[in-house]
């Protein structure tokens, strides 16, 4: 089959130090996505998929073959809100669904920190939020979808229908094929509002151990780490209200929901990516730091503010762009999953190997977390702690050095990783975290499905490809 793909374009990870320059596929109909990988398929030409590119690695490029951009399959084909079981096609995004929900009472069961990517990006990676110690991951919240595999067959899946394809293709980083329908179920909500509690803490395990605590009566917590300092931070809890404070209903609609368009209601936030580019120093971020941790500490005292689902789950919309404050390098985060026994010992060593290598990140997050029924999952009885580093190119070989010895230090715990935020996994890696009978069984349903290995990404190639020369 002839195939005519478009010119190449340059497509970047979203910390924007991976790229590749490749023609990009944009089908507006399951048809001519259909059409698509039947013409990739007889040309030999690999399909690396991509949604909303918000992972922040290789996850969603493909250097040596196309991309196919999903974002233009986004409608919403039913909806049930008797229930919140919605039918979507995979380009709908976060976005969409609170929009579409939250008049009716619903908001999405899990959501990442931003509104913006794709439901078929999310549930190929099986993201998490805030509320994973509590509810779960995406997949946790996924009823059922339909598959189109490399051959062109579609695949009804779910927990009772070819199970075995719904545990893998659920975290499987669009390896088995592409979603054209998910069935998911949203959470009733009284109201659109949280009730949010800062809570501030001297060190690393003194977070984890609040995250510990308070686990029981939250239904989020996300914690804020300073790593440039000694590790103190700040824990945000917050659990849903029950009652409005205004008109009922009020709090549901959209004009509550949205994100201001000003900082202070004077500056326009499109403008603050600049001003973040000029703090994204050591000497800056320092500050930036300890500003936090004093603000921190202040509204700890105050006690606990109501804030809505929008501003309080998406934190990182409230500036426009902010990623460009990291150019020209870009930036590579570095997420690590670990039991809960050795959570605090493993994060407070990373802690202190980035300061020995003079590495240090910008920015650390850390949650709580749950295990999970998928084959290839990153989720851990125990916690995650991200970590933001600035690339230059001068630190390339102590970066790699720095990431080598923390993959070492995690595994070491018994700890995971995670294909969505990943720039430096190997097979080696993937080997030794995934429970050899899951990665057995995966590279055969791999096999199985796609034995072309049409489905291919650049992350792809360097952590899973070279495990079928050796299994």
Avoid at 10 to 15: I, L, N, P, R, S
Avoid at 34 to 42: C, D, F, G, P, S
Avoid at 94 to 103: A, D, K, N, S, T
Avoid at 377 to 406: C, E, K, N, W
Wanted: charged share 20%.
């Amino acid at each position: 089959m002839a195939t005519n793909w478009p010119a190449p374009t340059t497509v970047t990870g979203y910390g924007f130090a991976q790229k590749a320059h490749v023609p990009v596929v944009a089908p507006d109909t399951v048809d001519a996505l259909a059409h698509t990988i039947e013409q990739a398929r007889q040309s030999g030409t690999s399909i690396g998929l991509r949604g909303a590119g918000r992972s922040y690695g290789d996850a969603a490029l493909n250097s040596r073959g196309i991309i196919v951009d999903l974002r233009r399959l986004n409608r919403i084909r039913s909806a049930d809100w008797s229930t919140g079981v919605l039918r979507v096609e995979p380009g709908v995004t976060i976005e969409q669904l609170w929009r579409e929900g939250l008049v009716h009472g619903f908001w999405p069961a899990v959501v990442p920190g931003t509104m913006f990517p794709t439901i078929g990006g999310c549930v190929a990676m099986n993201v998490h939020g805030k509320n994973n110690f509590k509810v779960g991951t995406v997949g946790d919240a996924t009823e059922s979808f339909e598959l189109l595999c490399a051959s062109g067959e579609r695949l009804n899946c779910s927990r009772t229908q070819n199970a075995d394809v719904f545990r893998a293709a659920i975290g499987g980083f669009g390896m088995l094929g592409v979603f054209t329908e998910l069935t998911l179920k949203l959470k009733r909500v009284a109201t659109g509002d949280l009730m949010v509690t800062p809570l501030a803490t001297a060190n690393i395990a003194d977070m984890v151990s609040l995250l510990a605590k308070r686990a029981a009566d939250s239904d989020y917590m996300v914690g804020w780490v300073d790593m440039l300092g000694s590790g103190a931070g700040l824990v945000h809890v917050a659990n849903y209200c029950t009652t409005e404070t205004g008109a009922p209903g009020s709090s549901l609609h959209a004009a509550h929901q949205d994100l201001p368009s000003r900082l202070f209601g004077l500056v326009p936030k499109r403008w603050m990516w600049p001003g973040l580019w000029c703090a994204l120093t050591k000497p800056g971020m320092r500050a930036v730091n300890s500003m936090k941790l004093w603000s921190g500490a202040r509204h700890a005292r105050a006690g606990s503010q109501r804030q809505s689902l929008v501003g309080f789950s998406f934190l990182l919309d409230y500036v426009p762009h902010w990623r460009n404050a990291y150019l020209p390098g870009g930036f590579l985060q570095y997420q690590s999953f670990v039991p809960r026994a050795a959570a605090a010992s493993v994060f407070e060593e990373q802690r202190l190997m980035a300061k020995r290598e003079g590495i240090q990140p910008y920015l650390g997050v850390m949650k709580l977390h749950r295990p999970d029924e998928f084959l290839l999952t990153h989720a851990v009885d125990g916690y995650s702690l991200a970590l933001d580093f600035p690339i230059a190119a001068r630190r390339t070989q102590r970066m790699q050095r720095l990431t080598t010895r923390m993959n070492d230090c995690v595994l070491g715990a018994g700890g995971r990783f995670y294909p969505a935020k990943d720039s430096v996994m190997d097979a080696s890696v993937l080997a030794r975290y995934v429970p050899p009978q899951n990665l057995q069984q995966f590279l055969s349903l791999k096999q199985r499905l796609d034995p072309q290995r049409l489905f291919c990404t650049d992350f792809s190639q360097r952590a899973l490809e070279p495990l079928f020369r050796t299994h």
